[in-house]
């Protein structure tokens, strides 16, 4: 059944005060002073990641990027609340949770560079690879989830997509098939009200949430500028599917500050005064301030949160400026697990190419 709030969970207010709300505080009552800084330190980080990989793609070092600015409380709040052995299928825009889930800032860029197919080891750090392909994780999630069911493993898996992948064909499918045989699964959706130009209101006309109750699959709508929000939502929701209590989905209610890619100009289509409204939500200005409200900020630990980014962030510069290009035939590698004889073929098309030699 649909969560019976009314409105999105929220348990800090924009300005730092808390909510009263039993059930949900209850998710998070262990969460204190040092995971609050932690969280805290994350989202910092994060937007420092954003900041620089955009930085980085303005001045020809990277051919593109997908900013996350905004959406860190969603990004940080979810990924707190995952265990080492829960399988993450991201979209493109989860730098965020890439690093909560330990992948290092070196590993970030190489895709966004185009010197490889890929970023990180998938198997290593439980995460996939950023996903072009829109809404194809959701089925991907699905799938991995099930098959870990059927072997008795006791974790859950998380797609993350945004509100425009939720009009996508996959997204319903896998929505569809998670519901028939309860795949233990999480559908986060951070509704970040732009799916590029188009405004959530034509990608539905209900709230995104209300799509899963037509399945059967329990849903909630939670602020999604509130990490300490998230973080029990998603924690409740990926108890029911360790559990068996099957697929859950979460409506993370966000907003994207920054553009859709580097390729995109949101001036185009938003308002200034749109942008100043969801500014004054900021998910880290929020949590900063129910730390000081509580008397868990001081002027130590705000320079630990500055050093730790430029850290990150110069440690991110320094290694995408390093990377070296690729030879161009190892365009062809790893396209397939076994030989293929189409792959050898353009291989050897391309190879004679490279030479000055006509196919």
Same mark, same amino acid.
């Given at each position: 059944m649909p969560d019976k709030n009314t409105y999105p969970v929220q348990l800090v207010q924009p300005d730092g005060r808390r909510v009263f709300d039993r059930a949900h505080s209850a998710l998070v009552e262990d969460v204190g002073r040092d995971r609050l800084r932690a969280m805290y330190l994350d989202m910092v980080v994060a937007r420092r990641i954003d900041t620089e990989a955009t930085a980085l793609q303005r001045q020809g070092q990277l051919g593109l990027w997908p900013p996350l600015l905004g959406q860190e409380a969603a990004q940080i709040g979810s990924a707190h609340a995952l265990l080492p052995d829960d399988y993450v299928f991201c979209s493109y825009r989860e730098a965020g949770v890439a690093y909560c889930r330990g992948v290092p800032p070196e590993q970030i860029t190489p895709l966004w560079r185009g010197i490889a197919h890929s970023c990180w080891d998938a198997d290593e750090y439980k995460m996939t690879n950023p996903a072009i392909v829109v809404g194809a994780q959701g089925l991907h999630a699905t799938g991995y989830a099930y098959a870990?069911?059927?072997?008795?493993?006791?974790?859950a898996t998380i797609a993350y997509f945004g509100d425009g992948a939720t009009s996508q064909g996959d997204i319903a499918e896998a929505l569809g098939f998670a519901a028939s045989w309860s795949a233990p699964v999480v559908f986060f959706c951070q509704n970040n #009200?732009?799916?590029?130009s188009a405004p959530v209101r034509v990608q539905s006309a209900t709230p995104i949430a209300q799509r899963a109750v037509g399945y059967g699959i329990p849903s909630v709508q939670v602020d999604g500028n509130d990490a300490l929000a998230v973080? %029990?939502?998603?924690?409740?929701?990926? =108890?029911?599917?360790? /559990?068996?209590?099957? *697929? /859950? @989905?979460i409506e993370a209610i966000t907003y994207r500050m920054g553009p859709h890619t580097t390729s995109d100009d949101p001036t185009r289509y938003r308002t200034a +005064?749109? !942008?100043?409204?969801w500014r004054q939500r900021d998910p880290?200005?929020?949590?900063?301030?129910l730390l000081e409200r509580e008397g868990l900020w001081d /002027?130590? @630990?705000?320079?630990e949160a500055a050093v730790k980014s430029d850290e990150v962030a110069a440690r !991110?510069? /320094? %290694?995408?400026? =390093?990377? +070296?290009? $690729?030879? *161009?035939?190892? !365009? @062809?590698? #790893?396209?397939? =697990?076994? $030989?293929?004889?189409?792959i050898e073929a353009e291989r050897g098309e391309y190879a004679a190419y490279l030479e000055g030699v006509r196919p």
């Open positions: 870990a069911h059927l072997e008795g493993a006791e974790i #009200h732009w799916a590029i973080l %029990a939502v998603t924690r409740q929701a990926l =108890a029911r599917a360790r /559990s068996g209590g099957g *697929p /859950s @989905f +005064a749109e !942008l100043e409204l880290i200005d929020r949590l900063r301030r /002027s130590d @630990f705000e320079q !991110l510069r /320094s %290694a995408t400026l =390093a990377m +070296a290009d $690729p030879d *161009p035939m190892e !365009l @062809f590698d #790893h396209v397939y =697990a076994t $030989p293929h004889r189409l």
